[in-house]
């Protein structure tokens, strides 16, 4: 009897690698995240989910000439999503939209191309380079990026309504 063998579209974790994935700077940043409590009044609300895991995220944005001024969010996701939602939330403040889309652009380029780590003040990013291996936590890990673009455009497309 001859046994053919199917390729993996993803590597089988080993003890080791799951390991090395949730690093203790990983779990140190889901941690501790930073504005975790929801705006009362904020501009514009957006939420994403990663469909393959079920991972949320969900942003509440405040934003004054075209800056963010306020930001918060609500993550329910594993620890890469919470890692990276935490250093989104720590430095997402004082950004415009088009500085969110290039460190988002970034990080999918490092985790998808092996491209270099975001450049300040995302440099924290880094600590996901093990997941480049594992496309399917991808999504999660951009959630919170992803919904902070989307909540940017939903305060973008009040002002062309009105």
Request: charged share 20%.
């Amino acid at each position: 009897m001859v046994f053919a063998t199917v390729p993996l579209e993803r590597p089988i974790m080993s003890d080791s690698d799951l390991i090395k994935l949730y690093s203790q700077r990983i779990l140190a940043l889901a941690a501790d995240m930073p504005r975790t409590t929801r705006l009362s009044t904020p501009d514009a609300t957006a939420k994403k989910r990663a469909p393959l895991c079920g991972s949320t995220v969900t942003v509440d944005i405040v934003v004054t000439g075209g800056v963010i001024t306020d930001f918060a969010q609500d993550v329910k996701a594993c620890a890469l999503g919470q890692a990276a939602a935490a250093v989104v939330g720590a430095h997402v403040v004082g950004q415009d939209r088009a500085q969110v889309q290039a460190a988002r652009d970034a990080l999918i380029f490092m985790l998808k191309n092996d491209g270099p780590v975001p450049p300040v003040p995302y440099g924290d990013l880094e600590v996901l380079i093990p997941a480049r291996d594992y496309k399917n936590r991808h999504a999660s890990i951009m959630l919170a990026f992803d919904a902070t673009l989307d909540a940017f455009d939903e305060i973008t497309a009040k002002t062309d309504c009105a």
